[in-house]
């Protein structure tokens, strides 16, 4: 596949982008080799691979949600100053 420089200031011109000249001179031959590699990628025969959101199998691993209740840290103990199971801070604003 070919891409011009054309094909370039049409995408800029579509995506309202205000590209320099040099940008754009260093932009088009990056951009035609990433086209160039997605063309050898094409070459390859995946008739046979199926579709899949990952590139391995995922089992959904699920646990069956339990409270645990955890042990008193005696946070309103140490707390400076403790309201409503929260530390009270001062107003920054």
Same mark, same amino acid.
């Given at each position: ?9 049409? /995408? /800029? @011109? ?6 320099? +000249? ?6 088009? $031959? @990056?951009?035609?080799? /990433?086209? +160039?590699?997605?063309?050898?990628? =094409? ?6 691979? #199926? $579709? ?6 995922? *089992?959904?691993?699920?646990? *069956?949600?339990?409270?645990? &209740?955890? &042990? ?5 103990? =140490? #707390? $400076?100053?403790?309201? *409503?199971?929260?530390?009270?801070? &001062?107003?920054?604003?």
């Amino acid at each position: 596949m070919t891409f011009s420089k054309s094909d370039l200031d049409h /995408i /800029i @011109q579509l995506a309202h982008l205000d590209v320099s +000249t040099a940008l754009k001179e260093k932009f088009l $031959p @990056q951009i035609q080799s /990433i086209l +160039t590699h997605m063309e050898s990628i =094409n070459q390859f025969d995946l008739t046979h691979v #199926a $579709p899949a959101a990952t590139a391995f199998s995922v *089992d959904m691993v699920l646990r *069956d949600d339990v409270v645990v &209740p955890q &042990p008193d840290l005696l946070l309103a103990t =140490n #707390a $400076p100053a403790w309201a *409503d199971h929260s530390f009270v801070v &001062p107003r920054i604003l």
